[in-house]
């Protein structure tokens, strides 16, 4: 596997009574959402594991899988 790093954008915005974590990595937009504003950890928690769940997955399509 290559070892290129993408860049990870992450925002939050309110919207609709609900706080919404948008994680952006090249190519795929993940959007959680949250009826309170997430915490800085909670940020860094759902942006590693979208990160861990997309390296898995390109993992995965260069081995054929």
């Not at 937009?29 to 909670?42: G, V």
Request: zero cysteines; glycine letters at 4%.
């Amino acid at each position: 596997m290559n070892n290129h790093s993408y860049p990870v954008d992450v925002s939050v915005y309110y919207y609709r009574n609900w706080w919404v974590l948008k994680i952006s990595v090249d190519w795929d937009d993940d959007i959680f959402l949250f009826p309170a504003k997430p915490t800085k950890r909670q940020i860094r928690k759902f942006k590693k594991n979208t990160v861990k769940w997309l390296k898995q997955g390109l993992i995965e399509i260069n081995n054929g899988g």
